[in-house]
């Protein structure tokens, strides 16, 4: 008589999350910075657009909390193959600060407190795509993660999520920013591991 029962299938297996390709799953939150940590209090942060006619729009901290806040829950995905899934987060929505913008632009960089910059088309900050988030978890975004706000754009890697960001300046004809010039992909979608110019 055999142990097991004809038909017995033991304990069903989890799915594993679907991840890009290249990428492990983590539950921590590494903390990767080009640069120093900057220091920016609140009652000096502003956010700016600029067009690329010179027209620029200005939000400080408390029109930023005023503006109609999304919470989204998001999987990251960083370049140096960390995935962390069913992040929540709280922000105002690119749709929001773009809106009533005239522009003929296809392209912004964003830049941050500390000077970093990275390039994205600008269809990608649009449709329900990208935030500046300024909460994590519940709490306010620590300064190690680009607190007091950073730019959230969940479906690339992470280093187009520019950390501490400041604003955004609209663009005709793209620019690369600090890590593409540096050699890393002028798009980085994870799902297509675009890493480094060539993927």
């Not at 992470?158 to 300046?169: E, L, Q, T």
């Amino acid at each position: 008589m055999g142990i097991v029962s004809p038909g017995f299938q033991g304990r069903p297996r989890t799915a594993e999350p679907a991840l890009p390709p290249g990428q492990y799953l983590t539950e921590d939150w590494p903390v990767l910075s080009a640069g120093p940590t900057p220091k920016v209090p609140l009652d000096t942060w502003e956010f700016v657009v600029s067009t690329e006619t010179g027209a620029e729009f200005r939000w400080s901290w408390s029109e930023l909390m005023g503006l109609p806040q999304d919470t989204p829950t998001l999987d990251i995905h960083c370049v140096t193959r960390w995935s962390k899934l069913g992040t929540n987060w709280q922000g105002v929505s690119l749709d929001t600060l773009l809106e009533g913008i005239d522009t003929q632009a296809r392209y912004a960089l964003a830049h941050s407190y500390g000077g970093y910059t990275t390039n994205l088309p600008l269809d990608d900050l649009r449709g329900g795509r990208a935030w500046v988030a300024h909460t994590y978890e519940g709490g306010p975004l620590p300064a190690e993660h680009g607190g007091p706000a950073r730019l959230l754009v969940p479906h690339l890697y992470f280093w187009k999520s520019a950390k501490w960001v400041r604003g955004i300046r609209l663009l005709v004809d793209d620019q690369p920013g600090f890590w593409e010039t540096a050699g890393y992909h002028d798009y980085g979608d994870p799902w297509r591991e675009q890493r480094y110019q060539g993927d």
